[in-house]
């Protein structure tokens, strides 16, 4: 897949980290990408006086770190065909601010396409081996059960976000929904993948717990199209189960 892909091109690079100096600096820019990869899901909860949203903050420091990185080593992974096709997608909807009618909104566009090409070029560089790429996915669904334990929440105390809908703290139903069943694909394939350490065996269970919620927070905001995001990786779930042995996938299924 191209997560194979990607391991195999940033090989040739690997050189890069040789020095320790630039050996360490990649850590630092690994911890906060995985810290600001935690709090995306649920950045508009904490935010700092007079500085903004901790997500962001995390991100411009990332970005920042990174960009001292590749300077610091004039060498990157080489883009992906998702990179590639990120940065054409850039440059096409900045060629339509010529003839829209509200050119204020398509640059206000553009400028949140161009963050989100950086954090793509960022996770690419950084996320360069399986492990790494799976410690991100991990983070990413445990950051997810801050939105989900919100929207229960609200739910026992009866604050809807509209009429028979419930919404995680600082979002609509919609968004919340969208961004929980997101974690659902993850979350099968983590469980899937785990080893057979202890940790492994407590990876798994996290995961498996997860889809159950999630699909009860989804349903909590009534959004009939993140119900249906979640259809293709259940089926990928219970493919998935044939690894397990009889009791677990009781114990799953169950749960």
């Not at 360069?128 to 939105?147: E, H, K, N, S, W």
Request: charged share 15%; net charge positive.
């Amino acid at each position: 897949g191209s997560a194979k892909r990607l391991m195999l091109q940033s090989s040739k690079t690997e050189s890069r980290w040789d020095h320790p100096l630039s050996a360490s600096l990649d850590d630092l820019v690994y911890y906060v990408t995985l810290a600001m990869i935690f709090t995306m899901s649920w950045d508009r909860l904490i935010e700092v006086p007079g500085l903004g949203k901790v997500g962001m903050l995390l991100g411009v420091a990332a970005a920042g770190l990174w960009a001292v990185s590749v300077a610091t080593t004039q060498t990157t992974t080489r883009p992906t065909p998702i990179v590639i096709a990120g940065l054409l997608f850039i440059l096409w909807n900045g060629a339509t601010v010529f003839w829209s009618h509200d050119t204020e909104r398509s640059i206000e566009r553009l400028r949140t396409y161009a963050q989100m090409t950086v954090l793509l070029l960022l996770l690419c560089d950084t996320m360069r081996t399986r492990d790494r790429i799976q410690m991100a996915m991990q983070l990413f669904v445990l950051g997810l059960v801050v939105p989900i334990w919100s929207t229960i929440g609200n739910y026992l105390s009866g604050e809807q976000a509209v009429y028979g809908r419930y919404a995680a703290d600082g979002a609509i139903a919609n968004s919340t929904a969208v961004l929980v069943a997101l974690g659902v694909p993850l979350a099968w394939y983590l469980a899937a993948h785990a080893s057979a350490t202890r940790w492994g065996q407590c990876q798994r269970l996290i995961n498996y717990f997860y889809i159950p919620l999630a699909l009860f927070a989804i349903g909590l905001t009534a959004t009939r199209f993140a119900l249906l995001m979640t259809v293709p990786a259940s089926l990928y779930g219970i493919a998935t189960l044939a690894r397990l042995g009889p009791a677990a996938r009781v114990a799953v299924m169950l749960s």
